[in-house]
């Protein structure tokens, strides 16, 4: 499982950003293949080389980087070349909509076929039915994440949860999780992989 945490373009900016990334992984006992930093496509779209250097710095950590909420900004292809991101979250939008519009789930297709082709892995946003987590596992999306799985917990629900699987897993004052936890646990924001009919990129 992985924990992901929303950052904005400014702060990926600050001196020091990577250290204070070096030093929570640290402090908490997180690997850093189990943290994800989320970007929103519009922030990254005003991304300086500095930026760019600062997410490759991270990637050599082994953290990773989303592109939170891709498909609704102005982000081309030769923009995502220039990042070195490696997991695309489509939409909650594109996901929702799947039964209303149909232009929605040809949208989703393109990001996961986009995503596979760049060695990106997909997670949709958003899943509140199951219709909607089987249409994006038929897409063949990575991940899901929503509702559907789980409401959102506080970190005493989260301690309680993992109590319930009978694991044990320490908990820093941030309320990361240090442990593992199986994919059917109630973790708030985790990413459930999905099964797939082939292997993702």
């Known amino acids: 499982m992985f ?11 600050q001196p020091g950003f990577v250290a204070g990334v070096r030093a929570t992984l640290r402090e908490t006992g997180l690997e850093s293949q ?3 930093l989320e970007i929103t496509e519009t922030a990254l779209l005003k991304a300086t080389p500095g930026t760019i250097a600062t997410l490759a710095e991270l990637r050599s950590l082994g953290v990773r980087t989303v592109i939170d909420d891709f498909g609704t900004g102005y982000f081309s292809l030769s923009h995502l070349r220039q990042f070195p991101i490696d997991i695309l979250k489509i939409a909650g939008e594109f996901v929702q909509d799947a039964d209303s519009d149909p232009k929605s789930p040809a949208l989703a297709r ?3 076929a986009m995503g596979r082709s760049m060695n990106m892995a997909t997670v949709a946003e958003g899943i509140e039915t199951a219709q909607q987590a089987a249409s994006m596992r038929a897409l063949g999306c990575t991940y899901g994440q929503g509702y559907f799985f789980s409401m959102p917990l506080s970190p005493d629900d989260v301690v309680a949860a993992f ?8 908990l820093g004052e941030s309320g990361v999780a240090a442990g593992a936890v199986p994919a059917k646990a109630p973790v708030r924001g985790r990413r459930l992989p999905m099964p797939r009919t082939s292997p993702a990129a």
């Open 3 to 13: 924990f992901g945490v929303n950052v904005s373009a400014r702060e990926v900016q």
């Open 34 to 36: 189990n943290l994800v």
């Open 110 to 112: 393109a990001i996961v």
């Open 163 to 170: 109590a319930r699987e009978g694991l044990t897993s320490e």
